[in-house]
């Protein structure tokens, strides 16, 4: 079996990697293409995710993205035709090889875990054959987008699949220069390219006011968020964000990932995020996992007490393995 495998922005590489290796241990042949945008590429070099980079980010504005959208998916179409024929091609979010795939008439699925980016899902749902999505999201939900009995669902957090073998490496304080003696933040800044998160947000410039000059790490999703970001620890490359997640003692992100991979790891988090609230986020915050943040003076950075902790939930990667083989069943 031959799977293509599209990567169109940095968390993908995180959650697609175990899905790469559980098909190889399938013996399927796996081949992955990548978008030239946030730290994407650097985090698919950094992990040993061998691809073909086709295509950048168009920027934020709607017309951008839709010329993007036609150019990134007509170049995938012709890579793709040149390679040996294709089984099957995945990915997390992404239109443009659910497009290129639709051309070739490839079997397709697409996964997600926000349910709102309307545009989004309204391509992936109607031209894909599987719809992979967590079980918290209501399948009303998603009904307006096409995807009926396509959906195919699974328990828990994509992050408890994909960090099931994930064990924190200390090396990454190290190559920050932080004092693990001291506590730590983690931020990270709003996904202002994304359709859905059009506004600025108060809140979140609150949160840099209230920690700067504290031992406070800023992962920015572009580099045009840099030259806001004085005062802090700045990567200046894809760096082992799970491990220092996991050594912190305080996230805050205005996007989805990162949050939820804090849940997962146990340290506290706090959303910034101004848009409609997920199914998955709004359980978090009902359970008390994750809370959200309606004012930057509830932050205290202080050492975490992992102390009685609850063990960690590890989830087989598998099963979005054969959730996503379902076009070919």
């Known amino acids: 079996m031959r799977v293509w495998i599209d990567l169109t922005n940095s968390p993908h590489v995180l959650v697609l990697k175990p899905v790469i290796e559980v098909l190889r241990a399938r013996g399927a042949t796996v081949e992955v293409t990548a978008r030239d945008f946030a ?44 390679r040996p024929r294709f089984d099957l091609a995945l990915g997390h979010g992404s239109n443009d090889i659910t497009v290129a795939a639709a051309l070739l008439r490839i079997p397709r699925a697409t996964m997600f875990d926000y349910e709102w980016a309307t545009v989004q899902h309204t391509i992936n749902c109607r031209l894909g054959n599987a719809v992979v999505v967590p079980d918290a999201i209501p399948p009303e939900r998603l009904a307006r987008y096409g995807a009926g009995r396509k959906l195919q669902r699974y328990p828990g957090l994509k992050e408890e699949y994909y960090l099931a073998d994930f064990e924190p490496d200390a090396a990454v304080l190290d190559e920050l220069a932080l004092d693990p003696s001291l506590p730590i933040a983690v931020v990270r800044t709003p996904p202002v390219v994304s359709l859905y998160h059009r506004f600025e947000n108060d809140v979140f410039a609150g949160v840099l006011d209230r920690l700067r000059g504290t031992q ?14 004085g005062g802090f620890i700045v990567p200046e490359q894809a760096i082992d964000a799970p491990s220092l997640i996991a050594f912190a003692d305080l996230v805050v992100s ?45 932050l205290h950075l ?28």
């Open 302 to 329: 202080v050492k975490h007490d992992r102390t009685g902790a609850t063990a960690r939930i590890r989830r087989d990667p598998a099963l979005l393995v054969d959730l996503l083989c379902a076009p070919l069943r």
């Open 216 to 229: 406070t790490v800023v992962l920015p999703r572009v580099a045009s968020q840099r030259a806001e970001l």
């Open 39 to 82: 730290q994407t590429v650097g985090l698919a070099q950094r992990l040993g995710v061998e691809h073909t980079v086709i295509g950048r980010h168009r920027g934020e504005k709607l017309v951008a993205k839709a010329v993007g959208l036609a150019d990134r998916s007509t170049a995938l179409a012709r890579w793709a035709h040149r």
């Open 254 to 298: 205005a996007g989805g990932t990162m949050n939820r991979e804090a849940v997962a790891l146990g340290t506290p988090v706090w959303t910034t995020f101004e848009g409609r609230l997920g199914a998955v986020d709004e359980q978090l915050i009902a359970e008390g996992l994750m809370s959200r943040l309606q004012s930057a003076d509830a």
